[in-house]
């Protein structure tokens, strides 16, 4: 056994034993913050006969280094405030323990980051490329714990990174990994992918595969610009998913790549794309059969 070095207060009431790490805490403050420790140290009294420098032990399951956080946490309230988690899957996980012990403004906080950082909940932060950077691993992880932890405002936004970098004939994760996706999501992201694409060519993409003779009105050669949007369409579809989900497009390569599209259609496309991205944003969550955004907000208690 061995003292965790992080959380050891030498006037602690109790010793908290997970695997071979103690921790020692106020049994006071714990019991305050969470009622899963209330009722714990309340009503299933730590075993007598083992003790740790006179102070009860009670024994957790959970993983020593997670749980140093939601220690630190409980009993610092500005911890989590100034404490920057290195690691997007040790905040998932905390976000679990706080979940899991009912430690409600623990959970709050960290949910609020999760979308800060990493999942979208508006049409601005959706466009933000940034914030497709996590690896497929930790979409799925966030996947995994929005449905354990019933936050499901997390869901949309982390499926719909999961379509874009598997395919939806390859939504199987490598079996070395700790989160696999379930049949389910698989399911979803699967559909839920085939229906974005769909959505994505009537909407941001429609010039491109379902030009109308209004798309050309101010045009300067409806021929070669028909021509153009035909041959875009073709190195799109050779390029899904990444082709028709990237929510920015550098309008400067794609009239180098296009010559023969002149100017007023690439403007007028410009128009488009917007104005259907924004369409799929509001619609995202249906894609995945889940329900709208103000419900999952509603349901997720933000």
Same mark, same amino acid.
């Given at each position: ?5 992080? *959380?050891? @207060?030498?006037? $602690?009431?109790? *010793?908290?034993? #997970? ?11 714990? #019991?305050?913050?969470?009622?899963? %420790?209330?009722?714990? %140290?309340?009503?299933?009294? &730590? ?40 690691? !997007? ?8 323990? #706080? ?5 409600? @403004? ?33 979409? !799925? ?10 936050? &499901? !405002?997390?869901? &949309? ?5 999961? $379509? ?24 979803? !992201?699967?559909? $839920?992918?085939?229906?974005? %694409? ?18 050309? *009105? ?14 875009? #369409? ?21 009239? +180098? ?5 002149? +100017? ?11 104005? $259907? ?13 889940? &329900? ?11």
């Amino acid at each position: 056994m061995q003292e965790s070095v992080e *959380v050891w @207060y030498a006037d $602690g009431s109790l *010793v908290l034993r #997970a695997g071979d790490t103690l921790f020692s805490v106020y049994s006071g403050i714990m #019991a305050q913050r969470s009622t899963i %420790f209330h009722d714990m %140290f309340n009503t299933a009294q &730590p075993n007598p006969t083992e003790t740790y420098n006179g102070r009860p032990v009670v024994e957790v399951f959970d993983d020593p280094e997670v749980l140093t956080y939601l220690l630190k946490s409980m009993h610092d309230h500005e911890y989590l405030e100034l404490q920057v988690l290195p690691k !997007i899957s040790r905040m998932l996980y905390v976000f679990e323990l #706080a979940t899991k012990y009912h430690v409600v @403004y623990l959970r709050s906080i960290i949910l609020h980051r999760l979308l800060e950082r990493f999942c979208a909940t508006t049409h601005a932060q959706f466009v933000d490329e940034t914030r497709s950077s996590a690896s497929l691993n930790n979409w !799925i992880l966030i996947a995994n714990v929005a449905r354990r932890c019933d936050a &499901p !405002i997390l869901l &949309p936004y982390a499926l719909f990174q999961c $379509g874009r970098k598997l395919k939806p004939s390859n939504l199987v994760l490598n079996d070395a990994s700790r989160e696999k996706l379930s049949q389910l999501d698989r399911a979803l !992201i699967a559909d $839920g992918t085939v229906k974005l %694409f769909q959505a994505l060519r009537r909407t941001a993409y429609q010039p491109v595969y379902f030009p109308s003779s209004d798309d050309f *009105v101010t045009c300067s050669s409806v021929v070669n610009c028909r021509t153009g949007f035909s041959r875009m #369409a073709q190195d799109l579809e050779d390029e899904i998913p990444q082709s028709l989900t990237a929510r920015k497009v550098v309008w400067k390569s794609v009239r +180098a790549s296009y010559p023969n599209i002149c +100017a007023s259609c690439i403007a007028r496309w410009r128009v488009s794309f917007g104005n $259907g991205w924004l369409e799929v944003w509001d619609k995202l969550p249906s894609y995945f059969d889940l &329900p709208t955004w103000e419900e999952l907000k509603q349901q997720s208690e933000l």
